[in-house]
């Protein structure tokens, strides 16, 4: 039995469909949604992201409870790759999805539909920003005499350096030529812009919205 619901009809629909629009848009992030929510709405409905990497002091279901009660849409983006049910193929991206309700350990969510345990959607809120990319998307790509130190741009995000990106793609190729069967890499690990969270979201002019105006950030642990 959900112990709590949004409240208001029309506005948990707004939200899904601005969410399900946003998702469609490949590589979307939380930004979008809080920027497409000001703009859709002319300004009526406003949003406030609460980032939960790194780990937070939170339990997150009554957390969900106490925004929903007061009326407002709890948004989740979470990285899918995360806590994959076993048996089940690695999603190749990271997702966005509706909170339309809550119970003791468990989340209700749309887009799609679906009843997740508070423990396996915590798992997936709580991710660093990275995304695992499949091996045969990235020898797809691969075209012959690559230059693969285009793989490490000279850019302002030093992360891919850090995770050696090309170093993983290298390795990936060394194992292409070797005739051995010996375990191969599943997938390389790049960066992603997408940051794991949640975003509230409620009318402008509401006691919920003001309130989200002010809240403190959530701590860290």
């Known amino acids: 039995v959900c112990v709590c619901v949004c409240v208001s009809l029309w506005f948990c629909l707004f939200v899904l469909c601005l969410s399900v629009c946003i998702f469609l848009l490949p590589g979307a992030t939380h930004q979008q949604l809080?920027?497409?929510?000001?703009?859709?709405?002319?300004?009526?409905?406003?949003?406030?992201?609460?980032?939960?990497?790194?780990?937070?002091?939170?339990?997150?279901?009554?957390?969900?409870?106490?925004?929903?009660?007061?009326?407002?849409?709890?948004?989740?983006?979470?990285n899918m790759q995360l806590a994959v049910p076993m048996g089940e193929e690695v999603p190749d991206a990271w997702h966005h999805q509706l909170i339309f309700g809550v119970s003791p350990n468990a989340v209700y969510m749309t887009n799609p539909l679906d009843v997740v345990s508070e423990a396996v959607v915590l798992r997936?809120?709580?991710?660093?920003?990275?995304?695992?990319?499949?091996?045969?998307?990235?020898?797809t790509r691969l075209t012959t005499g690559a230059a693969l130190s285009g793989l490490t741009p000279d850019l302002e995000d030093p992360r891919w350096a850090a995770l050696d990106?090309?170093?993983?793609?290298?390795?990936?190729?060394?194992?292409?030529?070797?005739?051995?069967?010996?375990?191969?890499?599943?997938?390389?690990?790049?960066?992603?812009a997408y940051q794991s969270g949640v975003t509230l979201f409620a009318l402008r002019d509401s006691e919920v919205g003001q309130e989200l105006l002010l809240a403190p950030d959530l701590a860290l642990k």
């Open 165 to 192: 990106v090309e170093g993983q793609v290298r390795q990936m190729l060394r194992e292409e030529e070797c005739e051995e069967e010996e375990p191969r890499l599943a997938h390389i690990v790049i960066p992603a």
């Open 124 to 139: 997936r809120l709580c991710s660093d920003s990275v995304l695992m990319v499949r091996r045969e998307d990235v020898l």
């Open 34 to 78: 809080l920027a497409g929510a000001e703009q859709v709405s002319g300004g009526r409905v406003l949003g406030r992201f609460f980032p939960l990497h790194p780990p937070r002091r939170v339990s997150l279901v009554p957390w969900l409870a106490g925004w929903i009660r007061g009326g407002a849409v709890p948004v989740a983006t979470m």
